[in-house]
């Protein structure tokens, strides 16, 4: 017998699937093709195996079987055509599988094989999305929509750490809006104007229109960077806005700009101009040749 091929019965007792449930997603779904002996009875090989325990784990984290052979097959796929994309699909299926070693080990490789630049704007502004794209589905629980975002925020938190700018470049000060805590948007643009040469700080979460004036006053900044991406600065801190607006007013000196889904929901509504509305990095640096 060819030791890389497997019965029934040990295909069943290595992925803890029944042989009824094997038969069936073979025959409905053709996602693996097993060789049949002279008698009928069927050979599995190792590739088959793996595909049908990267199935099983899929299923597991509450997919239906045909979201996991759509997962399954685009990272399969992916890996010939394309590693950018291989690497993000890794990703989709770490996430699916709430693995947040693995989705920290993919981000490692990910950064030193492409680079910050390419990591962030080619596989973690997707990958990030396609989380949304599962979350509003019902594809993916509370439990791995949080694990992915939280990790791919502490990860960004340490290239910003780590991420050397002589000190005498000009600062970025960055924050998120008041009500707003989601912070991975801010982080993604002070790393992106890192790399542009600029010194970075950021607010925590949430922060109040006077702690933003304050560090500007102590930082000096020649940008300011505020995001929000819900709709609770604008509907719950209405009042906070127009504070920021006249601050901005106040500061002719200092570039402001504002950004993210609700701002861009908002921006016309609240009519605001010192305030510039800003969709992505290249709004803020629109010279640049990148």
């Known amino acids: 017998m060819n030791p890389t091929s497997y019965s029934i019965q040990q295909v069943a007792e290595i992925t803890g699937l029944s042989k009824q449930v094997i ?6 779904y053709q996602i693996i093709q097993p060789r049949r002996l002279d008698n009928g009875y069927r050979m599995y090989s190792e590739d088959e195996v793996q595909t049908l325990i990267g199935l099983t784990s899929l299923t597991n984290s509450g997919m239906t079987i045909k979201q996991a052979i759509e997962h399954y097959s685009k990272l399969k796929n992916s890996l010939e055509v394309n590693p950018v994309i291989h690497s993000r699909n890794a990703l989709i299926q770490a996430g699916t599988e709430g693995n947040e070693q693995e989705i920290l080990h993919l981000l490692e490789q990910a950064l030193h094989k492409f680079g910050v630049e390419k990591l962030i704007e080619e596989i973690i502004i997707p990958f990030l999305h396609e989380v949304g794209q599962l ?17 791919v925020r502490d990860f960004l938190s340490h290239i910003r750490r780590h991420f050397f700018v002589p000190e005498d470049a000009p600062l970025v000060l ?8 989601h912070e991975i948007p801010m982080q993604i643009l002070l790393i992106q104007c890192m790399l542009r ?13 006077t702690a933003i004036q304050s ?4 930082k000096k900044p020649i940008i300011v960077l505020l995001t929000g991406s819900t709709d609770i600065a604008f509907t719950e801190h209405a009042q906070s806005i127009f504070t920021l607006e006249k601050l901005a007013q106040a500061h002719r000196d200092i570039s402001f700009f504002i950004g993210g889904a609700g701002s861009e929901k908002y921006y016309k509504q609240f009519q605001l101009n010192a305030l510039k509305l800003s969709q992505s990095i290249h709004d803020i640096f629109p010279k640049e040749n990148f």
């Open 23 to 28: 038969r069936k997603w073979e025959d409905r």
């Open 174 to 181: 960055g924050s998120c809006l008041p009500g707003e805590r």
């Open 135 to 151: 979350w509003c589905e019902n594809a993916w629980g509370e439990y791995q929509e949080a694990i992915s975002s939280q990790t």
């Open 215 to 218: 560090t500007i006053a102590l």
């Open 197 to 209: 040469g600029y010194q970075t700080s950021m607010l925590g979460p949430s922060p109040a229109p």
